[in-house]
């Protein structure tokens, strides 16, 4: 019994896997049409508040550009899994930093790190 158990919990691990590498995947290595494509909001935001909650991570968003979504946002919250920032080798963002927020019709959301090159690349994509 405690045997089959294990087999079953094993297939369902397996099963979350891909999932788990195509988010990290998207993550990292996602090109700017890609995120206008999955976002409904996608936002350039300075981190003021990350709270663990559970499993996951409530961060709080100061907004200095909208890509995409409603024009006039000033802040924003985001849940992301806490478990993202290990599984998918990704800093857990702290206070101060620059990043990408994307939240897509699902209401799932990501937090990455934004450097101005990559901003740049998603304006001219935006125009």
């Known amino acids: ?7 079953v919990v094993l297939f369902l691990v397996l099963l979350m ?3 788990a590498h195509a988010t990290c995947l998207f993550a990292r290595d996602t090109k700017p049409q890609d995120w206008y494509a999955w976002a ?9 508040n990350v709270e663990a909650r559970g499993r996951v991570d409530v961060v709080s968003l100061n907004v200095t550009e909208a890509f995409k979504g409603p024009p006039n946002v000033k802040s924003a ?3 992301v899994p806490n478990n993202l920032w290990a599984a998918c080798r990704l800093a857990r963002p702290a206070i101060g930093d620059h990043v990408l927020g ?5 209401n ?9 090159p990559y901003a ?8």
Do not use: H, Q
Request: without cysteine; glycine residues 0%.
């Open 1 to 7: 019994m405690l045997a089959s158990m294990r087999l």
């Open 120 to 127: 740049a690349e998603l304006r001219a994509i935006r125009k």
């Open 108 to 116: 799932d959301a990501l937090v990455v790190p934004l450097s101005e």
């Open 17 to 19: 896997v891909p999932a």
């Open 102 to 106: 994307a939240l897509n019709a699902n």
């Open 40 to 48: 409904a909001v996608l936002i350039a935001a300075e981190v003021t």
């Open 77 to 79: 919250t985001l849940e």
